[in-house]
């Protein structure tokens, strides 16, 4: 978790907020990590990944673990080059000449 929120640019210990979040808010245990989902939503917005928060809030509420392998996977792919392959189609001019008269033998 820790990689991933460095890879996208954010404090290398920033997941490790999100139990502190939960305790320090009162909140429920199946409560939705702030932290997580705020990291989800952005790189879905960076990337134009399509859904909504609404999705992304279900994600981290039922698999926490695989939603930051999810965005782990997201931002290796997007780390990848992207390579552009551009094919040209070239257009030759043909200039027909006259042909040479055909051989006559005399035979």
């Known amino acids: 978790?820790?990689?991933t929120a460095s890879d996208f640019g954010q404090y290398l210990c920033l997941p490790l907020l999100d139990p502190w979040m939960?305790?320090?808010l009162k909140f429920t245990p199946i409560t939705v990590?702030?932290?997580s989902l705020a990291m989800r939503v952005s790189i879905r917005e960076r990337y134009g990944i399509q859904g909504?928060?609404?999705d992304d809030c279900c994600t981290?509420?039922?698999c926490f673990s695989c939603s930051w392998c999810q965005m782990a996977r997201?931002?290796?792919k997007q780390k990848q080059p992207l390579t552009i392959v551009n094919a040209q189609t070239t257009t030759f001019n043909v200039v027909q000449t006259a042909r040479p008269p055909p051989y006559n033998s005399i035979y």
């Open 22 to 24: 939960c305790c320090f």
């Open 33 to 35: 990590p702030p932290i």
């Open 52 to 54: 909504t928060i609404c």
């Open 74 to 76: 997201e931002l290796k």
């Open 60 to 62: 981290v509420c039922c």
């Open 1 to 3: 978790m820790c990689k």
